[in-house]
């Protein structure tokens, strides 16, 4: 299954296929055509398909090198920078090159800022491995790497050439991880897909979703797909698919991004801003407790104990949707259905983050 991200310049390939990993210098040969590739990954994941990617490419003649890094969001931190960018002179990669991100969100989001600033801007290609970079954070051209005081502070738009998903290295994820990027399908089902929120509801096992995971994963895609043609540079209707994430980025940052992976924390904030959206007559009664179902039944958290709002909200100052004081969160009127409500800041202090079960 083969998407396109079609735009008015970068246009791009998304392949959706069983095994893809292992055919991925086969597939990359088709958009590049030099030489020289370096892979960028982490430890745990090259552990797993490090060697696959490698022989892959070999097998297609190319020249590979890799830089491995620590696994964990705190790998993001500008700090990675300097390192890389020094890994890539030592490897003597020019500006007709390739750079590819094989791993999660982190990865990818770290990999492709590299890719956007080294030289000027190398091209790369996407290989995500966790279910939350293959939904969501390999498309659509949002690089970034995080500053101490907040999660992506510092990004650029910069596309891949080629983004390659392969759904059978979902079984090699830990199930925390697994979980963690269903908390980003059912974002999708909530803002956009009624009837794909209501098919995960009905899957009775992992193992049931996880024989029409290939379709899922498309679904979603092809829904980021659409906002990103429409709006690419995120100043519109683009802004939906941030649904729960002000409140998310604000929880993994105050716990360090120790306590709660990207996909718990936006689950928790899917959760609250739905309530907060049901107080003010925004969102139909009843739609909070199936946000609540749908995440207890996915094993991902939905409240926060013993947290204040007013501790939150020096980070969310920081939110890239935080313009001149005026705040743009995401609130579903009912499953399927967003829009974007403009704001203050003010409005969290009516949030209550002291609910207990």
Same mark, same amino acid.
Request: proline share 2%; aromatic share 10%; hydrophobic share 40%.
């Given at each position: 299954?083969?998407?396109?991200?079609?735009?008015?310049?970068?246009?791009?390939?998304?392949?959706?296929?069983?095994?893809?990993?292992?055919?991925?210098?086969?597939?990359?040969?088709?958009?590049?055509?030099?030489?020289?590739?370096?892979?960028?990954?982490?430890?745990?994941?090259?552990?797993?398909?490090?060697?696959?990617? +490698?022989?892959?490419?070999?097998?297609?003649?190319?020249?590979?090198?890799?830089?491995?890094?620590?696994?964990?969001?705190?790998?993001?931190?500008?700090?990675?920078?300097?390192?890389?960018?020094?890994?890539?002179?030592?490897?003597?990669?020019?500006?007709?090159?390739?750079?590819?991100?094989?791993?999660?969100?982190?990865?990818?989001?770290?990999?492709?800022?590299?890719?956007?600033?080294?030289?000027?801007?190398?091209?790369?290609?996407?290989?995500?491995?966790?279910?939350?970079?293959?939904?969501?954070?390999?498309?659509?051209?949002?690089?970034?790497?995080?500053?101490?005081?907040?999660?992506?502070?510092?990004?650029?738009?910069?596309?891949?050439?080629?983004?390659?998903?392969?759904?059978?290295?979902?079984?090699?994820?830990?199930? +925390?991880?697994?979980?963690?990027?269903?908390?980003?399908?059912?974002?999708?089902?909530?803002?956009?897909?009624?009837?794909?929120?209501?098919?995960?509801?009905?899957?009775?096992?992992?193992?049931?979703?996880?024989?029409?995971?290939?379709?899922?994963?498309?679904?979603?895609?092809?829904?980021?797909?659409?906002?990103?043609?429409? #709006?690419?540079? #995120?100043?519109?209707? +683009?802004?939906?698919?941030?649904?729960?994430?002000?409140?998310?980025?604000?929880?993994?940052?105050?716990?360090?991004?120790?306590?709660?992976?990207?996909?718990?924390?936006?689950?928790?904030?899917?959760?609250?801003?739905?309530?907060?959206?049901?107080?003010? #007559?925004?969102?139909?009664?009843?739609?909070?407790?199936?946000?609540?179902?749908?995440?207890?039944?996915?094993?991902?958290?939905?409240?926060?104990?013993?947290?204040?709002?007013?501790?939150?909200?020096?980070?969310?100052?920081?939110?890239?949707?935080?313009?001149?004081?005026?705040?743009?969160?995401?609130?579903?009127?009912?499953?399927?259905?967003?829009?974007?409500?403009?704001?203050?800041?003010?409005?969290?202090?009516?949030? #209550?983050?002291?609910? +207990?079960?």
């Amino acid at each position: 299954m083969n998407l396109k991200v079609n735009l008015t310049n970068n246009s791009y390939e998304i392949i959706i296929e069983k095994g893809s990993i292992a055919q991925s210098g086969e597939q990359i040969k088709k958009v590049f055509k030099g030489e020289k590739i370096v892979v960028i990954t982490d430890k745990n994941v090259h552990e797993y398909y490090g060697n696959t990617v +490698r022989n892959s490419l070999e097998k297609e003649g190319f020249s590979v090198g890799q830089i491995i890094l620590e696994p964990g969001e705190k790998t993001k931190g500008f700090e990675s920078l300097i390192y890389i960018y020094n890994s890539l002179a030592d490897l003597n990669l020019t500006r007709s090159d390739l750079i590819v991100a094989l791993g999660g969100g982190v990865i990818g989001d770290l990999a492709g800022f590299v890719a956007s600033t080294y030289l000027r801007g190398i091209d790369f290609v996407q290989i995500p491995t966790s279910l939350l970079a293959q939904v969501d954070s390999s498309v659509g051209g949002k690089v970034a790497v995080d500053l101490d005081k907040g999660k992506n502070l510092v990004g650029s738009f910069y596309h891949p050439k080629q983004v390659i998903i392969d759904p059978e290295v979902l079984t090699t994820l830990p199930e +925390r991880f697994f979980f963690d990027g269903l908390a980003e399908v059912i974002k999708y089902g909530a803002i956009s897909d009624s009837d794909l929120f209501d098919e995960l509801i009905s899957f009775n096992s992992k193992e049931e979703l996880m024989n029409e995971i290939a379709n899922v994963i498309y679904r979603c895609v092809d829904i980021k797909r659409q906002f990103v043609e429409k #709006d690419e540079k #995120d100043k519109g209707d +683009r802004m939906l698919l941030n649904f729960g994430h002000t409140l998310g980025h604000a929880i993994e940052k105050y716990y360090n991004y120790e306590a709660y992976t990207h996909g718990e924390a936006v689950a928790i904030g899917m959760y609250y801003i739905t309530k907060f959206g049901e107080s003010k #007559d925004l969102t139909k009664i009843g739609t909070n407790k199936k946000i609540k179902d749908i995440l207890i039944k996915y094993n991902l958290p939905w409240k926060v104990n013993n947290l204040k709002i007013k501790e939150l909200v020096d980070t969310i100052k920081l939110d890239k949707k935080n313009l001149n004081g005026s705040l743009n969160i995401i609130l579903i009127s009912e499953i399927g259905k967003s829009e974007i409500y403009k704001t203050t800041l003010d409005i969290f202090e009516d949030l #209550d983050l002291e609910e +207990r079960e």
